[in-house]
């Protein structure tokens, strides 16, 4: 579907196993480049765009027909950094970069239990990863040109990660501005 109207700035979802480090790095390339960070579990619960609560891994469902209509607008004026561990339910035509953030085990490990998460959460997450569940997922739901992996197992490599997706913004932001 084509675009109704140019946008000035692209939107980002930046997805990943949780624990990866998704809202750390939202919030540092937001900073960095003023587009608006969204944390969407959250941004869904406090809009009331959930389906439920997932007993098993202790986390609300998301209405993804609601949160894509709520979405929409701001999704149609650009600047939106996305963070969610999901990606596939959005259309590829609104996001113009999605960013897969990848984590060696053991880190992974360490992160999800200090989060006091249950050991089956732990172990779903763990599998999801290993497997690289979410990589997938955006590779088959996106053209590859707009699939970024990167790694983030270290607060030296968020920085890095931060600064290349700034500079991914401002490139972005250069080319669609002729």
Not at 7 to 25: A, F, Q, V
């Amino acid at each position: 579907m084509p675009r109704s109207r140019p946008r000035r700035s692209p939107n980002i979802i930046i997805c990943g196993t949780p624990g990866t480090g998704k809202t750390s790095l939202a919030e540092k390339v937001s900073e960095l480049s003023g587009l608006s960070h969204i944390n969407l579990s959250k941004y869904a619960v406090d809009n009331q765009l959930v389906d439920g609560w997932d007993n098993v891994l202790n986390c609300a469902v998301l209405d993804e027909d609601k949160v894509l209509d709520n979405l929409k607008e701001k999704f149609a004026d650009g600047g939106c950094i996305l963070d969610y561990h999901g990606c596939d339910f959005f259309p590829e035509e609104q996001m113009d970069l999605v960013v897969v953030l990848r984590t060696e085990t053991s880190a992974l490990y360490d992160r999800l239990k200090a989060r006091g998460y249950p050991e089956r959460k732990i172990s779903n997450n763990m599998e999801c990863e290993i497997f690289q569940t979410i990589l997938d997922e955006a590779r088959e739901s996106y053209d590859e040109a707009i699939v970024m992996e990167l790694t983030s197992n270290a607060e030296a490599e968020q920085r890095e990660n931060a600064r290349t997706l700034h500079s991914w913004i401002q490139d972005w932001i250069k080319t669609h501005s002729k």
